[in-house]
């Protein structure tokens, strides 16, 4: 492939719904510009943007994939990203390497919960969006009925700029409503229209529909509009550079239309990009993070002429090449075997045979001009989000923030040879999915993986059995309740024992009262006279330490408490370190039969986003999972619920949630503070741990 310069770049991000028909448009784009020898489809697996044998086996993208194409002069850079909410995150994260969002939606079902939200991403990263109603070969798609479901959600801006010939299997071309021609096609050909006149049938559809873009475009120019008045229409020369600033501007939505699995309309889609699209070089100069020194963060203008900088936005860990790095360059041009710094993690990194990349397949290129995208394998420490550069003139560029992972499970291998390879598995895992967590509950013991939903964390699983060879058990986490005191105590501890030879004998006098929540434990010396000698004291703490991490209720560790030290007595010969350990221990259990022991429950700060319509549904479903409403604001027809729920009652929020919301809600939700469990709840948490011990559960009438 030719290297390209910014001004002949265009990246655009293919984002949308699942099965909005993406990654078919995709595979006909490239079909269309001949950079497959083959229309690629989903179903056979054989479409280029979905490789992953995941991606294939479930027919559905799970990480977002990068192809190119030469469209004329132009290089075309397509980022097919994932539709399901579970991997939603992944198009976020591309969204700093693309000038343009091509938002995808089927031609039955208009616009989705995943069309709202990747619309949202690119409104918040300020990308012109350009909509693409495609499958219109499908049985019951309707131009009409999807152009009214996108006015509804996203406004007056949006308007056609094409309209179908035809529809359902009858689809056979499209009407472009700018220079008022048709283009037919063969159903499953090659992707290019033959150039014709409107049909008879749809002429007066047409007309009406250019004269209203006409006026669409003029409303934003004055001197258009008084052109407009004059003559009543814009000629040709005037109305595309003025369409082309429109929708750099956001003043209009344009919606084009298209089959992929048909070929249908692709080459118009290519046309339109390459017209309409900004250019890769005419991105604003991109700010990096405040420096140290003066708090001024530097800039880089998108051009070959400036210091080396670029940004990776994607991570894949690959069993055979090793780490792979998805760059764009922002500044500068990167070539074969330059060494650069990673300003995040003060490194250098040579960047030893760059390529583009074509779905999985790599080509090789000498170098990477600024305003493209590239690839590397096997850098040393660079991950997704880090800033490569020149080492003279340091930048480092923002990453993209993500939420908390919602949904957390706990995982333990199969076997002890499966316990060898988890934690590598599972770390290079993370290294290309940035929603992935994997750490050990210090409290529980157990090891925990958390993702953005049950789906996620099960595409995970199955990626360690078939990359890493690891085979894991899945199960929802412990709790970690705690337990603490209500009450106060004043108790001794003895600890006596005669055997042959030394004896053992250590006494201790303890007061306890609770302490504030999050205070943990104190420990005050207040023994006056020698009556405990001052190197036995640190023993008698010790044991209570020991006491309290056992627990005293249900085998949770006792927290929030103070125990003051106060008097004792010692004997010369049988007294040690160990019969004072012995004798804290005795007075700890002795103070919590006294102080009202209870339990405590971490409760989580929840955040929850749906639609208006379930937002009743959603708090009566919170009060009786014990959940305290902090607030609720109305963000753009969506509910935001901030809530106080106890963790026992989320484990499985993610699963309940989807289904009351027809998988239109999301949440997140992070640990907010430790309160008290309800005597009832307790009583069941204490049977419980009791009949896992095997103890006798005391008869409570």
Not at 103 to 121: F, I, L
Not at 192 to 207: F, N, R, W
Request: hydrophobic share 40%.
């Amino acid at each position: 492939m030719k290297v390209y310069e910014g001004a002949n770049i265009r990246n655009v991000a293919v984002m949308g719904h699942g099965h909005a028909g993406k990654t078919s448009l995709v595979s006909a784009l490239l079909y269309a510009a001949g950079a497959t020898q083959r229309l690629g489809r989903v179903d056979d697996g054989s479409a280029i943007t979905d490789y992953d044998e995941e991606e294939v086996a479930r027919k559905m993208s799970i990480s977002g994939a990068v192809a190119c194409l030469e469209w004329g002069k132009t290089k075309i850079n397509l980022v097919d990203l994932p539709g399901f909410n579970m991997f939603v995150h992944e198009a976020k994260m591309a969204m700093p390497a693309v000038e343009a969002a091509l938002v995808v939606v089927d031609g039955v079902s208009g616009v989705e919960v995943v069309t709202e939200r990747v619309w949202s991403y690119a409104e918040e990263f300020n990308m012109p969006r350009i909509i693409v109603a495609s499958r219109m070969d499908r049985e019951r798609a309707d131009a009409a009925r999807v152009l009214e479901s996108l006015t509804k959600s996203f406004g007056r801006a949006v308007t056609p700029l094409q309209l179908p010939i035809g529809s359902e299997k009858s689809l056979s071309g499209v009407v472009d409503l700018v220079r008022m021609k048709a283009y037919t096609y063969e159903m499953g050909g090659s992707g290019k229209g033959k150039e014709g006149e409107i049909p008879a049938g749809l002429a007066a559809e047409a007309q009406a529909a250019h004269e209203k873009l006409v006026e669409l475009v003029a409303e934003g120019d004055d001197a258009l509009m008084e052109e407009f008045f004059d003559k009543g229409t814009i000629p040709e020369e005037h109305l595309i550079p003025a369409l082309h600033d429109a929708i750099r501007e956001d003043r209009i939505f344009p919606v084009l239309f298209a089959s992929g699995l048909g070929n249908i309309g692709t080459d118009k889609i290519l046309d339109f990009i390459v017209e309409y699209a900004p250019k890769a070089s005419e991105h604003a100069p991109v700010a990096g993070a405040a420096t140290p020194n003066n708090g001024e963060p530097p800039s880089r203008k998108v051009a070959d002429e400036e210091p080396v900088s670029a940004y990776v936005f994607k991570t894949v860990s690959d069993p055979f090449a090793g780490r792979i790095s998805y760059f764009k360059v922002i500044s500068g041009i990167v070539k074969n075997d330059a060494t650069l710094q990673n300003f995040t993690r003060n490194t250098t990194e040579k960047l030893a045979h760059i390529s583009v990349m074509q779905g999985k397949n790599t080509i090789a290129v000498p170098e990477v001009h600024a305003g493209d995208i590239g690839a590397v394998a096997k850098l040393k420490d660079t991950l997704t989000g880090d800033t490569l550069g020149d080492k003279a003139a340091p930048i480092q560029y923002a990453r993209v923030a993500l939420p908390e992972p919602a949904i957390t499970f706990a995982i333990e291998p199969k076997t002890r040879a499966d316990e060898d390879k988890l934690s590598n598995g599972i770390h290079k895992l993370m290294e290309e999915d940035a929603m992935l967590r994997f750490f050990r509950d210090p409290q529980t013991k157990e090891f925990l993986i958390a993702g953005t939903g049950q789906q996620h964390i099960e595409v995970i699983v199955s990626k360690l059995k078939k990359r890493y060879h690891t085979e894991v058990n899945l199960k929802a986490p412990k709790v970690p309740y705690r337990e603490t005191i209500r009450g106060r105590a004043d108790v001794q501890g003895r600890h006596k024992k005669q055997t042959g030879g030394h004896g053992q004998y250590g006494d201790c006098k303890i007061k306890m009262e609770p302490l504030a929540r999050g205070g943990n434990f104190e420990f005050a010396n207040e023994i006056f006279g020698g009556a405990i000698p001052r190197n036995f004291i640190p023993a008698v703490e010790k044991g209570i330490v020991e006491a309290a991490q056992r627990g005293y209720l249900a085998g949770f560790p006792v927290v929030d408490f103070k125990v003051i030290l106060y008097d004792g007595s010692y004997h010369d010969v049988d007294s040690n370190e160990l019969s004072f350990k012995m004798a804290g221990r005795i007075a700890f259990k002795k103070a919590m039969e006294q102080a009202k022991p209870t339990l405590l429950e971490p409760i989580m700060a929840v955040e929850i986003t749906v639609p208006d319509e379930f937002a009743g549904t959603i708090m009566g479903d919170l009060n009786s999972r014990r959940g305290r409403i902090q607030g609720m604001n109305n963000k753009g027809g969506n509910t935001v619920i901030n809530a106080q729920v106890p963790m026992a009652e989320m484990l499985t929020y993610g699963a309940d949630l989807t289904s009351m919301t027809q998988g239109r809600g999301s949440f997140n939700m992070e640990m907010s503070h430790y309160d008290f469990v309800p005597a009832l709840n307790a009583e069941k948490i204490i049977t419980q741990f009791k009949a896992s011990r095997g103890e006798a559960v005391e008869d409570e009438e």
